[in-house]
């Protein structure tokens, strides 16, 4: 049996799809980037109990405050753009025999809708529940005072540094916030992402009875970094699509590319030869180098300085992914 694993946002669409509904009221791409770094923050540091991603629970606030609906997250799944050849290739996959599965931080009203453009089962996605209409009527104009603090302060500094956005949302969202109903909203949602992907891999392969050493994942952002480092040491493949330097060092190999089906070759390298056919397969095609901006392929496995790839994927990722390529 031959099973993969991807990321949604990134390898097979290239919307940020948190960052597009943020988008859909005024000031709300500047405090969604300002969310996300302080995501990025709280995960290099370690704090107990957050796992990358979480950013889709902090955002919930400002989605019920701005009367984001579901209907909405639905609407932007519809006019997503795919990521090059991901249609293709799923296609191809599934001709072949292969078992795919989407692990999406997500919420589920738009990674559904995306797997099901791309043939994917529901059953094979793991996803962020966010039940959005239902906790929007459970709160009060009360509630948002802290919000509108906030949110006031974020939109009119002028300097935006680390420092800065530590110190205001760590007073925000575990000092203040907890005094109110919307302190609840933050356990509510638990978005898909850190170790949270790894434990939905890991009940993907009991349920398929396939060991991660068997399985192939592909991602690109921090939220996939523990899915792949996890796989690459079970002796699996942990492939890093047009990745940022939060995900690239773990992984067993590169591919920076505007088409993801340029992978095809190493999946059916994988299927008659596992680990040691794919990378005598990338270290050829390596060897050879990319071709524009397609098939930049980098076997990382042992490698410390990835340095000279990172900036290739960078480079493709600004390309793909336009305003979604900056974020964590």
């Known amino acids: ?6 990321d949604l946002e990134g390898p097979l669409a290239t919307q940020d799809n948190a960052f597009e509904l943020m988008k859909l009221f005024p000031g709300g791409g500047k405090l969604f980037e300002t969310i996300s770094r302080y995501d990025d923050l709280l995960t290099l540091e370690g704090k107990a109990g957050y796992e990358p991603g979480d950013t889709l629970a902090l955002i919930a606030p400002f989605l019920v405050y701005h009367k984001i609906k579901e209907t909405d997250i639905s609407a932007l799944a519809r006019k997503a753009t795919l990521t090059g050849g991901a249609m293709l290739l799923l296609s191809r996959l599934s001709l072949r025999g292969w078992n795919v599965f989407c692990i999406s931080t997500s919420y589920e009203q738009y990674a559904l809708h995306i797997a099901h453009r791309l043939d994917i089962f529901s059953q094979n996605v793991a996803c962020t529940s966010f039940p959005l209409d239902k906790i929007s009527r459970t709160l009060n104009k009360e509630d ?16 935006v540094d680390d420092d800065w956005i530590k110190k205001q949302l760590d007073r925000f969202y575990w ?22 992907k790894v434990e939905a891999l890991e009940r993907f392969a009991q349920a398929k009875g396939q060991p991660l050493s ?58 008659k030869g596992k680990r040691s056919a794919v990378e005598k397969l990338v270290k050829g095609k390596e060897k050879a180098g990319g071709k524009g901006d397609r098939e930049h392929f980098h076997w990382l496995a042992g490698i410390e300085d990835v340095a000279a790839p990172l900036e290739i994927h960078k480079r493709i990722r600004r390309v793909v992914r336009e305003e979604a390529a900056a974020l964590g």
């Open 144 to 159: 948002f005072r802290p919000l509108e603090t906030i949110e006031k302060n974020i939109l009119s500094a002028l300097l």
């Open 214 to 271: 068997n399985w192939i994942v592909v991602g690109d952002s921090i939220t996939d970094f523990k899915m792949l480092e996890a796989v690459d040491q079970a002796g699996g493949l942990a492939i890093a699509f047009n990745a940022n330097e939060y995900a690239l060092p773990h992984a067993t190999m590169g591919l920076a590319s505007t088409h993801i089906y340029d992978l095809l070759p190493v999946l059916d390298a994988w299927k």
């Open 1 to 6: 049996m031959s099973v993969i694993c991807f």
């Open 175 to 196: 000092k203040e916030l907890p005094k109110t109903s919307l302190g609840s909203l933050l356990e509510q949602v638990r978005p898909v992402g850190g170790q949270r």
